[in-house]
C-alpha cells in the first residue's frame, strides 16, 4: 500500500481493472459522492475546512485515494488510462448512480470516467486542467526541470511550493491554509514518487475531447477568478450540453480549502437538484 496520511475511519477497497487495489473512505448517508482528489495529495485534502465532514451531512461519501496515493496500492502504470479506469470502479461498485466530485487533475479522470461509465448521474468538476499545447508542455518540463533540481539538493519544501504556487496556482491564502496543515507535512517527502510520474505520463497521453464534450450527463463546473486553470472548464462549459459554470470571485484554484461553506452548499445544492 502507499503511504497514507488519513486515519482510517470506515476504508473500503475495489480490484481496478489492471488489479490495482484503490482505497476509499465511506461516511454520511444520501446520495452517493465520489471525491476525486488531485495530483499532489491524497484523500486527506477533503478533510481541510472540514469538506468531507460538511459533504456527508447530505451525501454518502466516498472518498478516494487514486493508485499510488494514501491507502490504495502502488503502480508503475500512472497513465491517465488507468486512472479513469481506477474512478470507473469506485463509482460502479456502488449500487446506485453516483456524483463524481474531482478537483484538478482528478476533475479530469473523473470526467472521463463519466464517459466510460453508465453509473454516473452527475459531475462537479473543479478547475480540470487543460491538455497541455507545445508551449504549455515546454514550461511544465522547465518547471519540473527546476522542481527535481531542488529534490536533488534535499529541498523538498521549497520544490512543493514552487509546484502549488507557480504550477497549480494555489491564491496565498489557500497555500497558506494548506501549508499549516497535517497535509503538507505529510507529503513534502512522498510527493515526487507520485506527482512528477504522473505529470510525465499527462503529457505523453494523446487527450481527446470528443467524447467529453459531447456528454450529456448534468456538470457543475467551478473556478476561481483568479485562477489561471479556469480555461478547461470554460471550453467545456461551452461545449457540454448539460452544464453550468459557478465562478468563486476572489478565490485560486483551491477555492474549497478557504471558503468550504460556499464550496459545499453550491456542491450539495447540485447533488440534490440532480438526485
Sequence with gaps: MAETTTPRRDVETVTSADGTEIAYERSGSGPPLVLVHGAMFDRSIWELG????RLAERAT??????????????????????????????????????????????????????????????LILHEPAAPPDEDAGDALGELVTEVVSLIDEGQ????????????????PDELEELRSSPVWDAHVDTFPRTLLP???????????????????????????????????????????????????????????LVTPDRYTDEVLSFVSDAA
Design 156 to 171: 523538498n519544501e521549497q520544490a512543493l511550493t514552487l509546484l502549488v504556487s507557480d504550477f497549480a496556482q494555489f491564491a
Design 61 to 122: 461519501v466516498y472518498a478516494m485515494d487514486r493508485r499510488n496515493h494514501g491507502d490504495s496500492g502502488t503502480s508503475d502504470d500512472f497513465s491517465p488510462a488507468a486512472q479513469f479506469a481506477d474512478v470507473v470502479a469506485v463509482a460502479e461498485s456502488i449500487d446506485a448512480p453516483v456524483h463524481l466530485l474531482g478537483h484538478s487533475a482528478g476533475a479530469n479522470y473523473a470526467l472521463w470516467a463519466a464517459s466510460r461509465s453508465d453509473n454516473v448521474g452527475g
Design 198 to 256: 504522473e505529470l510525465e505520463a499527462a503529457v505523453a497521453f494523446e487527450w481527446d475531447l470528443t467524447p467529453v464534450e459531447d456528454l450529456s450527463t448534468p456538470t457543475l463546473l467551478l473556478v476561481g477568478s483568479e485562477s489561471g486553470h479556469r480555461v478547461m472548464a470554460e471550453r467545456l462549459d461551452e461545449t457540454m450540453p448539460n452544464s453550468r459554470l459557478v465562478t468563486f470571485e476572489g478565490y485560486g484554484h483551491a477555492a474549497h
Design 50 to 53: 472540514g469538506v468531507r465532514a
